[in-house]
């Protein structure tokens, strides 16, 4: 696919990073703090995230309060009251500033996205231009990852021969995804975790190439595609991270003990009334000491869910509950299928 790129498909370019940003909000804590290490910290969220983004940026000042650490949490949009737990957050850390970009998110409404990924996932892609001239180096991570110790050998790394450095994704998707994008390095990241170098992002034109490769019609074979088209522009161009900085295990897997950064990349989220598996107890450590903390676990959004959190009350007993949101997910899932129908015969002829 990667091959298929051609210098005169290039012909896109971004508008003035001004004009994507319609407000920025500065939440920092007056006490004296004079520390001598410092790391930009990078999310992208709408606003069913604020809250998850929040936690991490807890877990990441809790674990970490020798370092000066400058979040940037770029959002299409946030509620007020999230806005006023960003404030009491960041009055709680005194090594920690957090700025809240609120974006235009039309700028990014004609690319691809899918079923549970918004626009949102391709804020991460902006980032590296909010720092030029300011920062060497910069932290991306989603927004569903709880940090668990120390990051101090992230501001130690060396970036000076990588656009990026990257953890692999699990072998099954390797499997996949290298043979299917021709990567040519035998890498296929993950893209939750990503520790850029500032300069050579915007000297390798990352921005301009991904999106220009997200419009093409290749796009419509990415099953990821922030992630996809990262992997096939940055081919080459990253470093290895060890997989405690972006820790994937399975649902009913424990974490790792030697995890730094554990990701709750599959559904449902710990946050959400259906989880199930045996690391919730991470994600509240930290929440329960947020501004978030006694926030009420969220229902479930969809029917998998619905039949997950059926299949838990019924294990606790709870019948008649149980039935009910088993109907409720049946219901769920025909109204899908049907909304589907029409799309699908089209595709058919």
């Known amino acids: 696919m990667k091959d298929e790129m051609k210098d005169e498909d290039k012909a896109f370019s971004p508008p003035p990073l001004d004009s994507i940003i319609r407000k920025k909000i500065v ?22 995230f604020a809250r998850p983004a929040g936690v991490s940026i807890t877990s990441v000042a809790a674990n970490n309060p020798d370092i000066k650490l400058i979040f940037h949490v770029l959002a299409s949009s946030i509620k007020q009251g999230d806005l006023d737990r960003f404030r009491r957050l960041a009055e ?7 700025n809240v970009y609120l974006i235009d998110n039309g700028f990014f409404a004609d690319y691809p996205i899918v079923l549970n990924l918004t626009s949102a996932m ?3 892609l902006m980032l590296p231009l909010l720092l030029e001239g300011d920062a060497e180096r910069l932290l991306y991570i989603d927004a569903d990852i709880v940090c668990l110790g120390a990051i101090d050998e992230l501001i130690a790394a060396d970036l000076s021969q990588f656009v990026a450095l990257t953890v692999d994704d699990t072998r099954a998707a390797e499997a996949v995804h290298i043979p299917g994008f021709k990567l040519n390095y035998g890498r296929y990241f993950n893209s939750g975790v990503l520790l850029i170098n500032v300069n050579e992002w915007q000297l390798q034109n990352v921005l301009l190439d991904t999106l220009n490769l997200l419009s093409s019609p290749d796009a419509r074979a ?3 595609p922030d992630q996809d088209a990262l992997n096939i522009v940055l081919d080459g161009k990253t470093g290895v991270l060890d997989r405690k900085w972006n820790a994937m295990p399975d649902i009913i897997q424990p974490a790792p003990s030697d995890v730094v950064f554990l990701h709750f990349c599959r559904r449902p989220k710990p946050w959400s009334i259906s989880y199930f598996g045996p690391n919730q107890h991470l994600y509240f450590r930290y929440m329960n000491v947020s501004p978030w903390a006694g926030t009420p676990l969220q229902m479930p959004r969809n029917h998998r869910e619905m039949k997950l959190y059926a299949l838990k009350l019924l294990k606790k007993g709870l019948i008649g509950s149980s039935l009910y949101w088993f109907m409720r997910s049946l219901v769920k899932k025909l109204t899908f299928k049907l909304k589907l129908a029409p799309y699908n015969s089209v595709i058919a002829e």
Not at 27 to 48: M, S
Not at 92 to 98: G, S
Request: hydrophobic content about 40%; some cysteine; proline content about 6%.
């Open 27 to 48: 939440f920092e804590n007056r006490a004296p703090c004079a520390l001598d290490k410092t790391l930009h910290i990078g999310y992208g969220i709408d606003a069913l």
């Open 92 to 98: 709680m850390y005194p090594n920690i500033t957090v």
């Open 222 to 224: 990415l099953d990821f």
């Open 122 to 124: 391709y804020y991460r």
